[in-house]
């Protein structure tokens, strides 16, 4: 018999069988995709992808398809992204759609290309399917820089729906150190912090928690001072 090690995930399609003819989409395909996802933001769709490595990749079609109200969808290119070549390292990728109508369902998939062009027939990622409606979802990004010793920056992005938002950063402890927002402005958005805390004194070097808090949903992230 013939052992056959099962290597996932690459991009497309993969049979195993007792008996192995020559198909073209049974190529390698030279890329191990980590995931693929994607967020509602308010002005557009946020797409994002992982790579754990790559062999000649040159990079990816973003392809989007509308779903109409008969099911009909049809697949066309909206962008590019460069990828690393070949790389044993993971890495990660982004684009941001902001071509989109409310109240339109929206599918995406990437599609690898080589360093020579090739375009492999199964080379296709998994398909994510969202709807644009203006609101997104409550989400909270990793502060930058980080580790600091001055001031950093995060970044956020809040939903319309009228609930009041808190950004505080809280100590290991869970004390908090400084309230940072608390009102309501839907959007992407973000705040300074400079280190000092609700009273102004200047907080000492450590690990940090900032949280997000809107209704009843809850975001947090780490961070790290160093004096």
């Known amino acids: 018999g013939t052992w056959l090690p099962m290597m996932a995930p690459y991009f497309g399609d993969r049979s195993y069988g007792t008996t192995l003819e020559y198909d073209s989409c049974q190529d ?23 790579t754990a490595s790559e062999i000649k990749n040159y990079g990816f079609n973003i392809e989007r398809a ?24 993971i890495n990660r990728y982004g684009y941001f759609d902001k071509d989109v109508q409310a109240g339109n369902t929206y599918s995406y998939r990437l599609r690898q290309i080589d360093e020579d062009g090739t375009e492999h027939c199964g080379n296709f990622s998994n398909v994510v399917t969202l709807t644009f ?48 927002i608390n009102n309501q402005v839907p959007g992407e958005n973000f705040v300074v912090w400079d280190g000092v805390d609700n009273n102004g004194n200047k ?19 780490k961070m790290t001072l160093v004096r």
């Not at 980080?146 to 950063?169: A, G, R």
């Not at 907080?203 to 992230?221: A, F, K, P, Q």
């Open 28 to 50: 390698i395909i030279p890329v191990e995709l980590t995931y693929f996802d994607g967020q509602v933001r308010s002005s557009g769709i946020d797409l994002f992808w992982e």
């Open 66 to 89: 509308l779903t109409t109200d008969n099911g009909d969808s049809q697949w066309k290119t909206i962008g590019f992204v460069k990828g690393n070549g070949s790389s044993s390292s």
């Open 133 to 180: 409606d203006q609101q997104g979802a409550l989400t909270l990004e990793q502060n930058y820089p980080n580790p600091f010793n001055n001031s950093t920056m995060i970044k956020y992005t809040l939903p319309d729906n009228n609930s009041n938002v808190t950004l505080e950063v809280l100590d290991v402890f869970g004390n908090v150190v400084k309230t940072l």
């Open 203 to 221: 907080v000492s070097s450590g690990t940090y928690i900032y949280r997000l808090i809107s209704g009843d949903e809850i975001r947090t992230g």
